[in-house]
């Protein structure tokens, strides 16, 4: 019974020295990748650099035992750290306050998301469409690289908004400093080359792929430590040159945030804005991942994993985490093999920070900058607006409106005018379901749309397919649509509603059945049902529609047709 929800306790079992071997490998490397991104995902969070090591540490163990991907990487991620800094920045906080909330948002999101598990609801999920989420995706990209060109450039930048940072770039583009201009423009063109050219170099020269694909990894770690080296040896941080400055040696104090029931009032909508759409990006990456090795992801039991991770990251005073895209690819080619993989990262990163941290004290923040933008480069698609604009103009309306009102107004707002599109334009859909008068394909017992194929009709008998389950939104336009083709052939005698497609049946669209058969029967028309599905009419039978049904329920359609076409009929 536990192991259902403490995965370990099944895979555990079977842990062997090769897997050991597999998993610390996959660490080992997870861990070079891990380090800059931690430090770079704190600044973009406004908190201190410490602050992404300590939220690389105890949130994996926490997901290595309640997580069910064997390939997810959990820690840090640009998105969401974005989002942290979104709903922090808004309550005017500073210093010790700043990460004190930071902490509870953490807290807070790991609580929404163990009950979501619990309650078994990671269906919720499924309204952030797969356009809203690149849409998303795409804008927060764009705000998180404009708002590291300030760093990139050592001026100022200030907001959460496209608007907001251009003006403020723009009000302090003449100050920009030569020397961390330089630190930044070499970082980025280093980093580029690293990822976009490196592999290729190195595998001309004649190395193993397993190395060219090691030396790429650590590619960023090389770049940070030549720049803290340029920085030492010609003193940058004299000549205006943002540094990381003194951080913290040893390890986190562990402890449950202290309750301040105002400041969770504030974070309460953020916590859980931040919790839906970190699942998603999750639950996204583990499923492909999973798909590779013919695996499973339990999404409920993801829920627990990541909930978890972020209770883990608020009392060992770390910030929201999930899973990130590019360090659980790594994972995976990496060979991780169990959760376990991310237990070892954990304690790769803990040694980092006991033993690593005196070193970055001369750190440019330009360099960590360059490496943000790097990273959320790649998650940048515009494609997808074109793809939707050829596809459905609906669901292209939904990404715009994601994305521009991300990259204007904020990533709040913004996911939820995507929510509330999907929303809108899913009851619109369904609302006006598609419904095809049908007939028979000769010599066959199929029944195709009359519009779309050549097929046999039965004069007296309209056959009425409806492509989607009945509810309120579309109750009033099944009786519409039945009405009008009963006022246009006077000699009809017989309407079978065939509901193949049908999956449900709400008590709206029961009442309206119920209004169908009367109207019908005043006319002197019989209503039929058929192909029926087993749970739909198990419905059925608790009401006392199928006792005033003045036809019949067939269980395919040509039964119907032969049996109403015939002498008796």
Known sequence: ????????????????????????MAAVIVTIMLIPQSLAYALLAGLPPEIGLYASILPLVGYAIFGSSTSLAVGPVAVVSLMTASALGRLSLEGADYVSAA?????????????????????IANFLSHPVIAGFITASGLIIATSQLGGLLGIRSEGHALPELVLSLAANIASINPYTLAVGAASLAALIWIRTSLKGQLSRLGLRSGLANLIVRAGPVLVVLGSIAASAAFDLSSRGVAVVGDVPQGLPLLAVPGIDLGLMANLLVPAFIISIVGFVESISVAQTLAARKRER????QELLGLGAANIAAAIGSGYPVTGGFARSVVNHDAGA???????????????????????????????????????????????ILGKTWRYSRADFIAVALTLVGTLLVGVEIGISLG????????????SKPH????????????????????????????????????????????????YEIVAQQPELRHVVLMCPAVNAIDMSALESL?????????????????????????????????????GRVFLSQHEAITTLSGPAR
């Open 337 to 383: 093999a169990t959760p376990a993989a991310g237990a070892f990262t954990a304690i790769g990163i803990a040694l980092a920070t006991l033993l690593l941290t005196p070193f970055l004290a001369l750190l440019p923040k330009a360099t960590l900058a360059a490496t943000i933008v790097v990273a959320v480069l790649a998650l940048v698609d515009l494609s």
């Open 1 to 24: 019974m536990l192991g259902r929800y403490i995965p370990i306790l099944r895979w555990g079992r079977h842990y062997s020295t090769e897997t050991f071997g597999r998993d610390l």
């Open 297 to 300: 992801i339990d999404p409920d």
């Open 435 to 482: 419904m095809a008068i049908v007939g028979r394909v000769s010599g066959t017992e199929h029944f195709r749309n009359i519009k779309r194929h050549t097929v046999e009709t039965t004069p007296g008998i309209v056959s009425l397919r409806v492509d989607e389950s009945l509810y309120f939104a579309n109750a009033r336009f099944l009786e519409d649509a039945i």
């Open 419 to 430: 929510v509330a599109a999907s929303i809108l334009i899913f009851l619109y859909r369904t």
């Open 514 to 550: 119920e209004t169908i058969n009367d109207r019908l029967l005043t006319l002197g028309v019989s209503l039929h049902l058929s192909e029926v599905k087993g749970p739909v009419m198990d419905r059925l039978k608790r009401s006392h529609f199928l006792e005033a049904l003045t």
């Open 103 to 123: 902490i509870m948002l953490a807290l807070l999101s790991g609580g929404i998301l163990l009950l979501m598990g619990l309650f078994r609801l990671g269906f």
